[in-house]
C-alpha cells in the first residue's frame, strides 16, 4: 500500500500559497486541493453550496466549517487522492485542524507556514487579477499581463476577484489573525510545522518549501 501523506500550505492570504501550491503539487506528486477554489468551482456551476459560501467570500469571511468540512473530505476521498494530497487553505480554523486530524489518524501530516509582512500582503492582494477563465494569476505590478486584461495563458479576461477588493482583504486579514494564526502554534506542538519566509521571490520560496517538505518526508 502507498503510505500517505498529507502536505499543508499555511500563511495568510496573500502569501502566496495558490501560486506556490500549483508549482509545490507538480514537485511532490500530490494533487493540488485548494477549498479555495472548489468554493469557486461550486460557484461558477451555481450549485447550492456555491450559493452558500459566496455571500461569506464576498464578506472576506470565512464560510462555515460544516459547509467546507464536507465538500473538502469529499475531494479528498476522490482517488487521485490516495496517496495524499497538497492542502492549500484548508484548515482555516481550530475545529477544521481537529477535524481533519482525526480524518486522517496514521496519515503523515506536514503544514509548511509562508510567513509575510502585513503590508506586503495587502498589496499583493490587491494588486491581484485573476483570469475569470482560466484561474490563472497575474500581479499589476509583480506579473503584469503582456497585454493589458488578457490572461498570458489562454487570453480570457482578467478580474479583480470580489474577494481582493481592498474593503474585503482588510477583513480578510483581521479573520486570518482571529482564527487561522492559532493554527501556527497548533501543528508546531505536534512537531509537524515548518517556517518559510514568504516575502522574497517566488523562485527562492519555492525551492525552500520543496527544501522543507522534502526533508520531512524523507525523514
Ligand atoms: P482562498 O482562495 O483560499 O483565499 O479562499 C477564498 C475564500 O473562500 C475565503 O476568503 C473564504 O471565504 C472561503 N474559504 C476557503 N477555504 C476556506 C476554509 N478552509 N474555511 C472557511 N472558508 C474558506
Same mark, same amino acid.
Given at each position: 500500500m502507498t503510505k500517505r501523506r498529507v502536505v499543508i500550505l499555511l500563511g495568510p492570504p496573500g502569501a502566496g500559497k495558490g501560486t506556490q501550491a500549483s508549482r509545490l503539487s507538480a514537485a511532490l506528486s500530490l494533487p493540488h486541493v485548494s477549498t479555495g477554489d472548489l468554493f469557486r468551482e461550486n460557484k461558477a456551476q451555481g450549485t447550492a453550496l456555491g450559493k452558500q459560501a459566496q455571500e461569506y467570500m464576498d464578506a472576506g469571511k470565512l464560510v462555515p466549517d460544516e459547509l467546507v468540512l464536507d465538500m473538502l473530505f469529499d475531494r479528498i476521498a476522490h482517488a487521485d487522492c490516495a496517496? %495524499?494530497? !497538497?492542502? *492549500?487553505?484548508? #484548515?482555516?480554523? !481550530? #475545529?477544521? @485542524?481537529? +477535524?481533519? +486530524? /482525526? &480524518? /486522517?489518524?496514521? =496519515?503523515? =501530516?506536514? @503544514?509548511?507556514? /509562508? &510567513? =509575510? #509582512? *502585513? @503590508? @506586503? /500582503? =495587502?498589496? &499583493? !492582494?490587491? %494588486?491581484? &487579477?485573476?483570469?475569470? +477563465?482560466c484561474g490563472n494569476i497575474h500581479h499589476v505590478r509583480y506579473s503584469p499581463p503582456k497585454q493589458e486584461g488578457s490572461c498570458d495563458k489562454c487570453g480570457g479576461a482578467l478580474v479583480v476577484r470580489s474577494d481582493d477588493r481592498l474593503e474585503t482583504v482588510t477583513r480578510r486579514l483581521a479573520v486570518y489573525r482571529e482564527q487561522t494564526l492559532p493554527l501556527e502554534g497548533w501543528y508546531r506542538q505536534r512537531g509537524v510545522l515548518s517556517e518559510v519566509d514568504g516575502d522574497r521571490a517566488a523562485d527562492l520560496v519555492f525551492s525552500d518549501l520543496v527544501r522543507a517538505a522534502t526533508a520531512v518526508g524523507a525523514a
Open positions: 496517496g %495524499g494530497c !497538497l492542502l *492549500d487553505g484548508f #484548515p482555516r480554523t !481550530l #475545529p477544521q @485542524a481537529e +477535524a481533519l +486530524a /482525526l &480524518r /486522517l489518524s496514521g =496519515v503523515e =501530516v506536514h @503544514a509548511l507556514n /509562508l &510567513r =509575510v #509582512p *502585513d @503590508a @506586503a /500582503l =495587502v498589496e &499583493r !492582494l490587491t %494588486g491581484r &487579477r485573476t483570469c475569470g +477563465a
